[in-house]
């Protein structure tokens, strides 16, 4: 196992069992304790763990926007229950466009490998996910933000703005009924909407955590999705919002 595997593996681990011993650790991973102590402190320098006496413990901040490593790991069964809903809305013969980000990386996972559709993504981890069998995967260009890893920029965009989308599957910070979609960061909420501005249909892959959050930066409006995919049953008020906007929901899965 590399080393980069090797430790998210950890954070799996240590997230999975609200803490873990150094011992349990290298048991569990077949290397030495001394390894694993060097891994904690990497871990713990990138924020994704928090180290205790003689084992770690699962992070309880990171500021206002997590590590991509940090959030693939929680809420993970519900992810993957989105992403067992979402992966329906695709057929054969589509250009599908994956945004950033780890629930519609679960729907990557879960996409076709014979070649029946074309992939398109800004992330260079999706791209690895998608690139499996005979598909055809396209990775935009642009400037790499380690937090996310997600590919922004100039040249993202105007690679973006080339192309038309059969079908997004777009993700998101922050839900609020008055502000939209929001994102911590400017460079990804352009991305984001050129994604938009280029897809015939959009699903927004979002678990319930998103609601009620407010981020920075705003970069759609409720009609401008077409579908919403979340795990627990929208509340009144959200469900009249998307109803108003002609804005269909999957919800309480």
Not at 147 to 167: C, K, N, Y
Not at 173 to 199: H, V, Y
Request: net charge negative.
């Amino acid at each position: 196992m590399l080393p980069r595997q090797r430790r998210r593996t950890i954070v799996e681990l240590v997230s999975a069992h609200d803490g873990c011993s150094v011992t349990t650790l290298a048991n569990e991973l077949d290397v030495s304790e001394a390894t694993i102590r060097r891994d904690l402190q990497t871990l713990e320098d990138e924020q994704l763990i928090e180290r205790s006496h003689g084992g770690a413990l699962p992070v309880t901040s990171v500021g206002n926007e997590q590590a991509f490593d940090q959030k693939e790991v929680q809420n993970l069964d519900v992810k993957r229950t989105i992403a067992d809903h979402a992966i329906d809305e695709l057929q054969d013969g589509q250009v599908v466009f994956f945004d950033t980000g780890t629930t519609t990386m679960e729907v990557a996972k879960r996409a076709p490998t014979d070649g029946s559709i074309v992939s398109v993504t800004n992330s260079p981890l999706l791209a690895l996910e998608l690139g499996g069998g005979d598909n055809d995967v396209k990775l935009t260009g642009g400037r790499l933000r380690q937090s996310t890893q997600a590919l922004v920029g100039p040249s993202t965009e105007a690679f973006i703005e080339r192309l038309h989308f059969d079908l997004l599957y777009l993700g998101t910070n922050a839900i609020d009924l008055e502000t939209g979609l929001t994102t911590p960061n400017e460079a990804e909420a352009q991305a984001k909407r050129s994604m938009i501005d280029n897809s015939t249909r959009v699903v927004l892959v979002a678990d319930a955590t998103k609601f009620d959050e407010r981020s920075f930066v705003r970069f759609a409006d409720f009609e401008e999705i077409d579908l919403v995919i979340t795990d627990e049953r929208l509340s009144d008020p959200y469900r009249a919002a998307f109803d108003d906007s002609n804005t269909n929901y999957i919800d309480d899965i």
